[in-house]
């Protein structure tokens, strides 16, 4: 079988594989999943009768970025949410590897590195569960692509130019942190294109311009009214006093940890050192290529040779620099937090390995047969891992649904003393599918968050949810709920709490799922 045959059997067969992988999924062991669909459930279902939602929580989503799942979800193609979130993930695992092909073809560049694209498919962003963050990642990419053809191709340059617009607006509904990454990068495009042409630069800024207006009017308007609403006082949300101590006293402490975005998108696979050596041997090569260079460039004397070791700069290729700049800007000079959103610079490492595998595809040093087998061995190695990944969580998790109480008239807190799935906290939002399953009230963060599109009513009287391994007091929670999903072990300090007040029982127990109702006192 010719090499040029064999790619596109095993491309279209790791998609099939990925794809049947992500529709058998019943848990995503994606952090922050469970809060999403449960967004996603109480603004499609706010005002229905058959549930409470109108009166423990309000709805902040007009104009407001990080809203494109709430919209997605709300789509009447879809059954519930929980299968509109499905099918989301299958869009995201599907096209990233399309895109990466895409703009690869366009740099006329090494194909197989769309094979290597594979291995970042459940990235940092997806897998943490940050999925506006991944749907704008994919559209980063498909923003990269119409650039590339619009320089290319003149007759087609201001259609493609309108696409990238309205583009950028899909980033700033999917997550705003990555549509302002988006302008700078668009920016930068535009500045070295038109680098000589004042006038042509600022024409073509107006592409820019309504996402500018949208982040305008988000952050000095909807987000001012918001945190007023929401009672954060003057502190908690001085974003820029809270900046510059950081980078006086912090960042340095942080800068050796930043090299760790080779590793970012798999290390999950496993606990501790392990899931950070098997994150480093898939990753690796995307940096075959410039070790190859870096060693016959320093071992090899001949002045002649040594021209021919790097990428060869063309138009094309120059933009790829300056994504590889910009996403190096934000992950290595970007906070780690800022009041009321963390993390934040981690979220560019899956965007700075797109840029060294653009660069690396165009590596004229790389054997083409060799490679090829390395990309296959690489995809396929990592397509099992993730899979057993995917197994045996939800083998831990069969049953759960189980656990929920059915009368979604009461509250529900969490009492998680087990949080972690391999080393990550996966468990810290699961009492939202009480919310997504059975439309039921539960105790949630997503309501308490800074930039939340969901928040507290307060004549609700909802609690706070409390964290249990950062030994927060769970009396309050525990005395405003009918009834209490605990995880794990309950710790002896919260046992004596429950003890003292002697309101709950045990009514249901699946593995280490407990449910505990309030009792009515004779």
Known sequence: MRLK?????FFIVLLCIHAALVLRIDFFPFADVPSHLAEGVIYRYYNDASNLFNQYYTLNYKFYP??????????????????????????????????????????????????????????????????????????????????????????????????????????YFSHAMVALFCMMMVGSFLLY????????????????????????????????????????????????????????????QTFLIRAKFIVADNAQLFNGPLGKIVALLLAFIILVPFIIIAYKYFFNRNNAQQQGLFPAIDEKMAYVFI????????????????????????????????ALLFIACKAPQVDNRVFAYAAILVAFAHLILWGQYFYQFDQENKGFSEVLPKDNTKKLSYMNYDPNYRGRMIYDHFQNYFIVRDKGIS?????????????????????YQAYMYYNESPREMIAKSDYLLVRGDIAARDQKILDSLNTFRKVKDVNKWHLLQRVSKQ
Not at 446 to 454: L, S, T, V
Request: one cysteine or more; a positive charge; hydrophobic letters at 55%.
């Open 323 to 354: 994504l590889l700049l910009v996403s190096c800007f934000c992950y290595f000079i970007l906070p780690q937090r800022i009041p009321g959103q963390e993390p934040l610079y981690e979220r560019f490492s899956t965007i700075l390995l797109f």
């Open 5 to 9: 045959d064999s790619f596109w059997i």
């Open 193 to 252: 294109r038109y680098r000589t042409n004042f006038i042509g630069l600022v024409l073509n800024s107006f592409v820019l311009v309504p996402l500018g207006l949208l982040v305008v009017y988000w952050w000095f308007v909807l987000q001012k009214s918001a945190e007023n609403s929401a009672g954060f006082t003057t502190e908690e949300t001085s974003t820029g006093a809270f900046m510059k101590e950081y980078y006086m006293h912090e960042y340095l």
């Open 443 to 463: 105790t949630t963060r997503i309501i308490d968050y800074r930039f939340g599109m969901i928040r507290r009513k307060a004549s609700g009287g909802l609690p």
């Open 66 to 171: 990080n809203t494109f799942h709430l919209f997605f979800f709300a789509l009447p193609i879809f059954p519930d949410v929980e299968i509109a979130n499905k099918i989301l993930h299958l869009l995201l695992v599907v096209t990233l590897p399309i895109l990466v092909l895409l703009i690869i073809k366009e740099l006329n560049g090494n194909r197989w590195f769309a094979i290597i694209s594979f291995i970042l498919v459940y990235n940092y962003n997806l897998t943490f569960g940050f999925t506006g963050n991944a749907i704008a990642n994919n559209v980063v990419l498909l923003i990269l692509w119409l650039w590339l053809r619009a320089v290319s191709n003149k007759s087609r340059y201001v259609r493609n130019m309108i696409f990238i617009s309205l583009l950028l607006l899909v980033v």
